[in-house]
């Protein structure tokens, strides 16, 4: 089989020859000639190679058809001599199936959706799911120092000593192992006050650490407030929602980082994007988790659900109500949303 | 040596027609000279379908197939791009591309996570990535070089890892030094690194940029930049002046500051105020290293012209970026074929054919650990 149209580099000059491909079947051979002016090929054969050396490389999209010689030269060659090649010797096989699949409408478009419900899938389960076993086998040492250096850094930024008196914070410490101490298998916590910047607040750290602010404090209209709200820290601790989250957020990143990376560095702007409402996403549900385990300590230890429904309110009016913010993107649920679920919660357990 | 033998060495014969030709003013003493814009062949469309499949791919194997992937669209990129009739192609092996990833891979894990256990786990990386960063940038040109062909003949970068740490590290730790007095100067070794140190076959490139420019540009870009920002910052200060007068004083807003609309506002003028003067500043100093550099074949020099419009170009990146967030990815495959396709619009060669005369040097091989380096950490070659 003779096949006009092809043409030839040797890999060592720039030059491409006209060249003419005839196929030997019988002996297993390729020989490229050099085409003469009538467009006959002319002897001897610029290469002659088996046919099983020969590297074929089908193009991507468009383009040249490209066939690779062992010595480095390489025929772009017209699409029968690939074709006529590809039946004695099988081009590589992810090459072929890459091929089938990037020129496939219908590929393509089975391909995008079964990639968002990867996404989807992945970023909802998966890496919640590992991040929550990763957290269980995490050693205790490491939580330690990662409390710490949390600690540290904000101390650093956000938080600066807590200006209560010793006796206000020892006497908010004792009440509230009173009542923690009636509710069996409490994971082990430590309570610590700061002065914030960022108005009353409260969060639990790894290892059991939970944070108080003064402001939190004088917001409180009685004590048993104050335990509310360590009440539903210690919730966290009881999921070890810090840990998690830390693990998560580092799982989102390096997933984006991998599947975005060759995009310019302009559009990683907007990978940081979903990222964003995923965190949020979770930590809303982390809030729940841990509404729903104040209120259940609540009516365990005879607490009850009423503080924590009363300093929401506070809480909510102190930082201007609701309609001030853009609740869809804040990290903790509208506080109707939870004020129902902690009634729910208190209905389910009559006294 | 009269003139015509000068224009013969320096342009080169070309009686290859069919592309836009000009004479020199001198008229039929000079031969022609050949301008030609490399062409994109592909689309939007075509590109997408190779998008999503190794997209898909690479989701599915939890990124092992990310080299795959990546070689599979620079080549389709480079395949399908001609100058003078002639396609380039990109000939790595991923399998390479694959080894470099996991080392490169578990540094970012040591460098993710690190930071929960202590402090300093980071910090030492950054040192050791910041004395590596120069050798990394050196191997990744290197292998990029090696693997990128044109007319089936490989390019070569020459430059030294010497060069490379003067250019990255030596000098920018000088501007630092010398409270960025010579800033432009060390920009303008880091470009130079890159343009004068390419091969292709035994053509060398020559690169005849001069650093008085880049301070000329660093000096308008950086002014505008501070005269936006200065702006920006006036009009803040002037909104609050007024918030404040209506609302009966500063202090009502107290611990939260100020409403959160009169702070967003001009934030989210100023970045794209930093962005575009960024922007302006890379788009011209591209368009006059590129203008700067020829390449000496035997036949003659095969010179560039770069033009770029900073306002179009940035004007392209913006709608590009918008349109991939409204349509939440999917328009990604479309805007990088607009922009190569813009930046080849913008990239005139000057006797491209001069190209035909090189002779090869054969391939050699390198290792991929840069390359893969480069890659994950987003390092652009602005080519």
């Not at chain 2, 013969?8 to 001198?26: H, K, M, Q, V």
């Not at chain 2, 990546?70 to 001609?82: A, D, P």
């Amino acid at each position: 089989m003779t096949f006009r149209g092809a043409k030839y580099f040797d890999g060592r000059s720039p030059v491409a020859q006209a060249a003419v491909v005839r196929l030997d079947s019988a002996r297993g051979v390729a020989g490229i000639f050099a085409a003469a002016e009538s467009g006959e090929p002319a002897d001897p054969p610029l290469a002659e190679v088996r046919v099983d050396a020969l590297y074929l490389d089908p193009p991507v999209g468009a383009g040249p058809w490209v066939m690779r010689l062992p010595d480095g030269a390489v025929c772009e060659c017209p699409q029968e001599v690939y074709t006529a090649l590809a039946r004695e010797r099988t081009p590589g096989t992810l090459a072929r199936f890459s091929r089938w699949a990037e020129s496939s409408g219908r590929v393509a478009v089975v391909c995008f959706l079964l990639s968002v419900v990867l996404v989807v899938v992945f970023f909802r389960y998966g890496i919640p799911l590992m991040a929550e076993n990763a957290a269980r086998g995490m050693p205790a040492e490491i939580e330690t120092m990662v409390a710490r250096e949390s600690m540290r850094a904000l101390d650093r930024t956000f938080l600066s000593p807590s200006a209560l008196a010793p006796e206000r914070k020892e006497a908010l410490r004792d009440g509230f192992d009173a009542f923690a101490a009636r509710k069996p298998a409490t994971p082990t916590y430590r309570i610590e006050f700061r002065r914030s910047r960022i108005g009353p607040n409260a969060f639990a750290l790894p290892a059991g650490l939970i944070v108080i602010t003064d402001e939190l404090v004088e917001l409180a209209e009685t004590d048993a407030e104050v335990y509310a709200v360590a009440a539903h820290e210690l919730g966290h601790v009881h999921h070890n929602h810090g840990m998690r989250s830390a693990l998560q957020a580092a799982g989102h990143f390096i997933v984006i980082t991998v599947f975005l990376g060759d995009v310019s560095s302009v559009l990683s702007v907007a990978a940081a994007l979903p990222s964003v409402l995923i965190e949020t996403g979770h930590s809303r549900r982390f809030e729940l988790e841990a509404d729903t385990f104040a209120a259940e300590f609540g009516m365990a230890t005879g607490l009850g659900v009423a503080p924590l429904v009363s300093i929401l309110e506070s809480l909510t009016d102190a930082y201007g109500g609701e309609g001030k913010h853009l609740s869809w993107i804040s990290t903790h649920p509208p506080t109707a949303e939870r004020v129902e679920l902690l009634r729910a919660i208190e209905a389910e357990h009559p006294e | 040596m009269d003139l015509s033998e000068f224009e013969a060495r320096e342009f080169g014969g070309s009686d290859s027609g069919g592309r836009t030709s000009g004479r020199s003013e001198a008229g039929e003493i000079l031969r022609e000279v050949v301008y030609e814009n490399p062409r994109f062949t592909g689309g939007g469309g075509e590109y997408f379908r190779i998008w999503i499949v190794n997209l898909f791919l690479s989701l599915v194997t939890l990124g092992i197939f990310i080299p795959w992937a990546k070689v599979r669209t620079r080549r389709y990129f480079y395949r399908n791009t001609l100058l003078d009739g002639h396609a380039f192609d990109y000939t790595a092996d991923p399998r390479k591309l694959l080894i470099g990833y996991l080392i490169v891979g578990a540094a970012l894990l040591i460098y993710g996570f690190g930071e929960f256990v202590a402090v300093w786990i980071p910090l030492l990386l950054f040192v050791v990535f910041a004395a590596l960063y120069p050798w990394v940038r050196w191997k990744s040109l290197r292998f990029f070089a090696a693997y990128s062909t044109y007319r089936h003949i490989p390019l070569r970068f020459t430059g030294t890892a010497g060069g490379a740490y003067a250019a990255f590290l030596g000098w920018p730790a000088l501007a630092v030094v010398t409270a960025g007095i010579l800033g432009p100067y060390a920009a303008f070794r880091a470009r130079a690194y890159y343009f004068e140190n390419f091969r292709y076959g035994d053509a060398r490139s020559r690169f005849s940029a001069t650093a008085g420019y880049f301070y000329r540009v660093y000096l308008l870009g950086g002014l505008a930049i501070f005269g936006g920002l200065f702006a920006v910052s006036m009009l803040v200060g002037a909104l609050v002046a007024v918030v404040a007068a209506t609302a009966g004083g500063v202090e009502d807003y107290g611990g939260t500051g100020m409403p959160p609309l009169l702070v967003l506002v001009p934030m989210l003028l100023i970045y794209p105020a930093l962005f575009l003067g960024i922007a302006v500043i890379r788009v011209f100093i591209l368009n006059y290293c590129w203008s700067s550099t020829a390449l000496r074949t035997p036949a003659g020099r095969v010179r560039f012209v770069s033009s770029i419009h900073p306002v179009r170009y940035g004007w392209i990146l913006s709608t590009n970026l918008i349109l991939t967030i409204l349509t939440l990815g999917i328009y990604l495959p479309w805007a990088k074929v607009r922009l190569h396709r813009y930046r080849l619009e913008c990239l005139e060669v000057i006797n491209a054919p001069n190209l035909e005369s090189i002779t090869g040097a054969g391939r050699e091989e390198v290792a991929a650990v840069g390359e893969s380096a480069a890659d994950w950490l987003d390092i652009d070659f602005g080519l």
